[in-house]
């Protein structure tokens, strides 16, 4: 696994608020920084993948540990 460069607690919100905050922390990040997601939103796997392909990002890893799915996104250049 790559190691995050920042970790995004998503839990317990329903979309589009996962993929909104998303969005907000990885402009903070450099290009080629990784977020940590972690969301509870059944949805989620729909929506971020459609987040990192229409925003040029790249989905690292996608898990699922219990009711908690993870995502980690490469951001892109």
Known sequence: ???PGAVLDAKG????????????AMGSLPAGG???VEATDPG???DFAHFCAAAG???VEE?????VYVFV????G
């Open 1 to 3: 696994m790559t190691a």
């Open 73 to 76: 996104i490469r951001k892109g």
């Open 44 to 46: 989620a796997a729909g």
């Open 13 to 24: 919100l329903k979309c589009p608020l996962p993929v909104l905050r998303a969005r907000k």
């Open 34 to 36: 990784v977020l940590r």
């Open 57 to 59: 990002h790249e989905m």
């Open 63 to 67: 898990s699922r540990a219990g009711d």
